[in-house]
C-alpha cells in the first residue's frame, strides 16, 4: 500500500499569501496518478487537480499541481477567502487507493 | 451532467448491518468504477474499495475486506456498499465517487451518507 505523508498539517496564511502544501508517497506513484481535494465543513471533497497537473474543470487557474515519482506539490497562487479548506492528496495508480492525512489552510 | 445521489442518514445498533445505496444520472454507468470513502468524524478520508459494474469485480482495501460488500445494479445504475457487524468505529459519513473522461481520479462525489452506531 503507497502511505501519503502531507506537509504541513496546519498553513495559517492570510488572503492574498501563497499557499504551498506537499505531498510525498512512500513509493513511486505510476504515471502520476497523483489528485488533489478541497473538503470545506459539511460537504464532499472537490477535485481539483489530476495527473499531478492537470486542473479539472472550472478551478481556477491560481491553482496549480506539479510534481512526480514520490514528491507533489499543491500550489495557490493568491489565496482567496473561499480558499480556506482542508487539501488532500490521493494516488489512483495503484490499489489500495490512497489519500493523505490532510493539510489544513486556515486564516490567520 | 453526471449526479450521485445516496441515500439518507442511518442509525444502527452495534453488531447490525448497514447498506448505503448510490444513485447514478448523466454519463454511461457501466463505463466506470464507483469507489466508497469514508470519514469518520473531525477524520481524514479513507479509500474502502470499489465496484466496476461492467465486470462486477469489486477491489478492497485489506482493513475492510470481508466485512464491506460493494456491488451494483446496472439495471437500475446504483451502486451499494454494505457494512457487516458494524461498531462505533463505523460511525461515519460515506461516500460513492467515481472517475470521469478515462481518468480514475474522483471527478464525481456523492453527497454523504452519515451512518452513526450506537447502542
Known amino acids: 500500500e503507497i502511505v501519503l505523508t502531507q506537509s504541513p498539517g496546519t498553513l495559517s496564511l492570510s488572503p492574498g499569501e501563497r499557499a504551498t502544501l506537499s505531498c510525498r508517497a512512500s513509493q513511486s506513484v505510476s504515471n502520476s496518478h497523483l489528485a488533489w481535494y478541497q473538503q470545506k465543513p459539511g460537504q464532499a471533497p472537490r477535485l481539483l487537480i489530476y495527473?499531478?497537473?492537470s486542473r479539472d474543470t472550472g478551478i481556477p487557474d491560481r491553482f496549480s499541481g506539479s510534481g512526480s515519482g514520490t514528491d507533489f506539490t499543491l500550489t495557490i497562487s493568491r489565496l482567496e477567502p473561499e480558499d480556506f479548506a482542508v487539501y488532500y492528496c490521493?494516488?489512483?495508480?495503484?490499489?489500495?487507493?490512497?489519500f493523505g492525512p490532510g493539510t489544513t489552510v486556515d486564516i490567520k | 451532467q453526471v449526479q450521485l445521489v445516496q441515500s439518507g442518514a442511518e442509525v444502527k445498533k452495534p453488531g447490525s448491518s448497514v447498506k448505503v445505496s448510490c444513485k447514478a444520472s448523466g454519463g454511461t454507468f457501466s463505463s466506470y468504477a464507483f469507489s466508497w470513502v469514508r470519514q469518520a468524524p473531525g477524520q481524514g478520508l479513507e479509500w474502502m474499495g470499489r465496484?466496476?459494474?461492467?465486470?462486477?469485480?469489486?477491489d478492497y482495501a485489506q482493513k475492510f475486506q470481508g466485512r464491506v460488500t460493494i456491488f451494483a445494479d446496472t439495471s437500475t445504475t446504483t451502486a451499494y456498499m454494505e457494512v457487516s457487524s458494524l461498531r462505533s468505529e463505523d460511525t461515519a459519513v460515506y461516500y460513492c465517487?467515481?472517475?470521469?473522461?478515462?481518468?480514475?481520479?474522483?471527478?464525481?462525489w456523492g453527497q454523504g451518507t452519515l451512518v452513526t452506531v450506537s447502542s
Open positions: 465496484i466496476t459494474p461492467m465486470s462486477g469485480i469489486a
Open positions: 465517487a467515481r472517475g470521469f473522461g478515462g481518468s480514475l481520479a474522483f471527478w464525481f
Open positions: 490521493q494516488q489512483y495508480g495503484n490499489l489500495p487507493f490512497t
Open positions: 495527473g499531478a497537473s
